[in-house]
Nanobody, 115 residues
Framework: QVQLVESGGGLVQPGGSLRLSCVAS????????MTWHRQAPGKERELVAR????????EYGDSVKGRFTISRDNAKNTLYLQMNNLKSEDTAVYYC????????WGQGTQVTVSS
């Protein structure tokens, strides 16, 4: 059974940091490019970051460049997203996914940035 389980979300003040994790099971994690997406209320889901299977290729959405860092540990079947200098506009549900057809998606974790 394929599972992607995100954790690490929560409420944080502007300028703060959070680290999201996504633990994968039921498929060969190390084979796939992995992504973080987010979706805010009333908005479309957008790509936050993408990382290749070996962790060499990395891509970020324009709105998070210089603030967020994606990484992975293939030995632990885990994807990470370090988020620094958080802004109110980063408030969203964050989803990890395995880039395949069709993609595997996690259930999401809520991140709320507010004072």
């Amino acid at each position: 059974q394929v599972q992607l389980v995100e954790s690490g979300g929560g409420l944080v003040q502007p300028g703060g940091s959070l680290r999201l994790s996504c633990v994968a099971s039921g498929f060969t994690f190390s084979f796939y490019t992995m992504t973080w997406h987010r979706q805010a209320p009333g908005k479309e889901r957008e790509l936050v970051a993408r990382i290749g299977s070996a962790g060499v290729f990395i891509e970020y959405g324009d709105s998070v460049k210089g603030r967020f860092t994606i990484s992975r540990d293939n030995a632990k079947n885990t994807l990470y997203l370090q988020m620094n200098n958080l802004k109110s506009e980063d408030t969203a549900v964050y989803y990890c996914s395995a880039q395949r057809v069709p993609p595997y998606w996690g259930q999401g974790t809520q991140v709320t940035v507010s004072s």
